[in-house]
């Protein structure tokens, strides 16, 4: 019998002693929480945290040895209130005269109501949030800088109209009429550039409802004009417009609107080099009572399968280098998307490239009524 009882004598030393080497070796610090929310048992981690030997630990009352602020005072009075466990809170903690980051975790011995006894787990993330912080920096720095190329890619084309339209000016200064004509397209372009950059600072912001309309139709003879004028010609593409006879009226701004349309006709443009006899079809169609949608059609060689799923990527571009940001298809779908509208790459269209824009529609009828 004393034999027997050494036996398990021995066995429960062994058991204490590795659950003691366990508890020591966690990388967090551990508190044994009593019924009457005092502290029983700590490990060394908790000694190091609060500065203090486990003797003089014990007996402390849980929410006197940890000091929360209001919001993480309430989580832990509420999870001992209902008897509810806790996963990996994230509570501040002032150690040392430095604020520092925990995950809090709390469980408790039994489901009865009346046994309080718990074991709460200290782990400082505190290296792990200043990791998040410098990451949401860098974030932060690469947006910027997709800002600012974005910007400059949108402001290529209308900058450079206005270059062109002022050498017209200057070599033909005694022509009033064209020199009043060309000073309208100059006009026209800065505040295009103005409404460009305006556009691209908005992105970063939450925007408001601005009910603003557009008809489709007039923006895309709008845009087309001055493709033709400025480059269509230059290139002899031949230009179809398949637009029905009444206005076709969507939710968004024009402005915007103009850059994603002009950015897919550049697109198309640059596709058609080399290309005999090339074409560019535009065509617009109500798709039902809800949408309007785009069609924005070439008979270039396409897009290759492998990188069709990468054309609406930021810096993704086909063109070569110099020739293009790759930012003008991934800018397109940000705007849309904002707008409850989309852009995709039909795959199902062989003549060439085919993107089709879906556009919110208006029921002109309905907005009369209300």
């Not at 509208?341 to 062989?350: F, G, K, M, Q």
Request: glycine share 8%; proline share 3%.
């Amino acid at each position: 019998m004393f034999h027997t009882v050494e036996e398990c004598q021995s066995r429960v030393l062994t058991e204490r002693n590795k659950i003691n080497a366990i508890l020591q070796s966690l990388p967090g610090a551990l508190l044994n929480v009593a019924d009457d929310l005092t502290i029983a048992t700590v490990n060394r981690q908790a000694e190091d945290l609060f500065g203090l030997s486990a003797e003089q630990i014990k007996s402390i009352n849980l929410f006197d040895l940890i000091t929360l602020n209001e919001h993480d005072r309430a989580i832990m009075r509420d999870a001992f209130l209902y008897k509810q466990p806790i996963r990996n809170q994230e509570i501040t903690l002032n150690t040392a005269g430095k604020k520092r980051w925990f995950s809090l975790n709390l469980g408790f011995f039994s489901e009865q109501e009346s046994d309080m006894g718990a074991i709460i787990t200290l782990l400082d993330i505190s290296e792990y949030r200043e990791l998040q912080d410098t990451v949401a920096n860098r974030e932060k720095l690469v947006a910027m800088g997709q800002l600012a190329a974005g910007v400059a890619h949108e402001l290529n084309t209308p900058l450079g109209n206005i270059l062109g339209y002022s050498q017209l000016i200057e070599a033909q200064p005694a022509n009033q009429d064209k020199v009043a004509e060309y000073a309208r397209v100059v006009s026209g372009e800065t505040k295009r550039c103005s409404r460009i950059v305006q556009d691209l600072l908005n992105y970063a912001r939450k925007e408001q409802c601005s009910g603003e309309t557009c008809d489709i139709g007039q923006l895309l003879n709008e845009v087309i004009d001055t493709f033709i004028n400025c480059r269509m010609r230059r290139y002899g593409i031949d230009v179809v417009m398949l637009l029905p006879g009444e206005p076709l009226m969507v939710e968004g701004d024009c402005g915007q609107l103009d850059i994603v349309f002009t950015n897919l006709l550049q697109n198309a443009i640059h596709a058609l080099e080399g290309v005999a006899n090339p074409v560019i079809t535009i065509r617009a169609m109500p798709g039902d009572a809800r949408y309007v949608r785009v069609a924005i059609e070439d008979n270039g060689p396409g897009v290759p399968e492998e990188l069709r799923s990468r054309v609406f990527d930021p810096f993704f571009t086909t063109k070569d280098v110099g020739a293009g940001t790759g930012l003008g298809l991934s800018i397109s779908q940000a705007m849309l998307a904002k707008r409850g509208a989309s852009i995709r790459y039909d795959s199902e269209y062989t003549d060439g490239a085919r993107f089709i824009v879906v556009l919110p529609a208006i029921d002109m009828k309905r907005v009369g009524n209300e």
